[in-house]
């Protein structure tokens, strides 16, 4: 049990407080937001980190002279430092900014594996992918005529090792993977997965959306070829995200997009591209974004990778044994390693309806297929209720999930 206000590893009333969309009502009740996988609040660092871009520094980058846009092209250029920095990655060269993490995958898709990808070639992902890490690979392989393989998962919603294994080939030219599943919660073993495909000689890309908001990420250490996220799940804005990726991977790729800023020069009959990563820029970048990015980022750092996944994996466990004392509750998922999200249906009451109830008495979780179509089908529904957690959620929170399930079973009654 995590009180609301007890000491925690984190200061949990300070945190709270830091959340200013939290302090509001939604029909007459408070406000328990629990939709984090969706998209996190923003604590008032990053709110003031874009005011004072905006009010102060606008300009745009890489091309002034004037000072406005010195201090805004400072910013941006720290603010990759600060996700190299949070990622752990050598060198800032290897952090590319994306709109987030469907475009960092599409950029993979469309500048590393593209080139390197012929008929008959795979492209190996699992069962539990987002659509973000199905459909780029899939317009890619029927673009090529390659083939999309699926590393089956059991009923927990583990990913079967022994298939994994089975299923790496020759042929693969890629493994896609997600670390967390938004879906349902599994942690994969990343790093095992990771040096099973290197030691076939095969790059990996990991899905780090709902990884980076819950878990110490070290890009080094985990030896990934790539690894995107998005800034809105970890309390950054939306529209900014980033895009890790090897240096020699990095220096290979074509450009992804044309424009301005990925230029050294330009004449009509030819064109001269930047290095990495200011060649997978094109045109003027969410300067806003990366800085309040920056600024999520350093936040969390204040809060400590450790502490954020203890009190989150301790709400998940409270969550679990909580909602599966609901009559009728069964769990969609309930791997061995989980974190952030808890999915789950109750008998007879479509989520949808679920989630409506809920809104009612101000608890706003997220009911549908999660943007994972293909793992509701494993699971054989066609949508599931799904709370995730953040930094600001307590145990009280739970309690209103709960009293709201409760309700919806009166209600379905
Ligand atoms: N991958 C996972 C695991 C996700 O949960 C999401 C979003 O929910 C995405 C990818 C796509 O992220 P975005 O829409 O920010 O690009």
């Keep these: 049990m995590i009180p609301a206000t007890a000491a925690t590893a984190l200061d949990f009333a300070r945190v709270r407080a830091d959340f200013p969309a ?72 290897e952090i590319v900014f994306t709109r987030g993490t469907t475009e960092a995958i599409n950029l993979v898709a469309a500048s590393f594996v593209r080139p390197r990808l012929g008929a008959g070639d795979e492209v190996l992902i699992s069962a539990m992918e987002h659509h973000s890490n199905i459909v780029p690979w899939q317009l890619l392989c029927a673009e090529r005529g390659a083939n999309l393989r699926v590393i089956p998962i059991d009923d927990r919603g583990d990913v079967i090792l022994e298939e994994y294994e089975r299923l790496l080939s020759e042929r693969t030219r890629i493994v ?61 804005p939306t529209g900014i995200g980033a895009l890790y990726g090897k240096r020699a991977h990095l220096l290979e790729m074509p450009p992804y997009q044309g424009g301005g800023d990925m230029i050294l020069s330009v004449s009509f009959e030819r064109t001269v591209y930047q290095e990495p990563p200011h060649r997978f820029e094109a045109g003027t970048p969410n300067i806003a974004g990366a800085i309040g990015l920056a600024a999520a980022l350093s936040y969390l750092e204040g ?3 450790e502490a954020v996944a203890d009190h989150e994996r301790r ?69 599931t209720v799904r709370a995730s957690f953040g930094v600001y959620n307590s145990s009280d929170d739970i309690e209103a999930l709960v009293r709201g399930l409760h309700t919806a079973r009166e209600v379905f009654s």
Excluded at 201 to 223: K, R, Y
């Design 22 to 93: 939290l302090d509001q009502e939604v029909h007459g009740r408070p406000l328990v937001y629990l939709d984090s996988a969706a998209t996190t609040q923003k604590p008032t660092a990053v709110l003031e980190a874009i005011d004072n871009f905006y009010r102060r520094d606008c300009a745009n980058v890489h091309r002034g002279v004037h000072t406005l846009s010195q201090r805004a092209t400072v910013a941006y250029e720290s603010a990759r430092t600060a996700v190299k920095e949070h990622l752990g990655a050598r060198d800032s060269r």
């Design 176 to 236: 896609g993977i997600t670390w967390v599943s938004n879906a349902l919660g599994t942690v994969n073993p990343i790093r095992e997965m990771i040096a099973t495909a290197h030691s076939r000689g095969i790059p990996v890309l990991v899905d780090g959306a709902q990884a980076v908001p819950h878990l110490a990420v070290d890009v080094v250490e985990l030896d990934c070829d790539f690894l995107a996220f998005s800034g809105h799940k970890a309390y950054g």
């Design 303 to 305: 809060l400590g990778a």
């Design 315 to 383: 709400l998940l466990d409270e969550a679990t044994r909580k909602v599966l004392e609901v009559p009728g509750a069964r769990l969609i998922g309930s791997a061995r390693h989980r974190a952030g999200a808890l999915s789950f249906v109750l008998d007879g009451i479509h989520p949808h309806d679920i989630g409506t109830i809920l809104d009612a008495e101000g608890v706003a979780v997220r009911a549908g297929h999660h943007c994972a179509q293909p793992v509701m089908k494993r699971y054989g529904v066609s949508a």
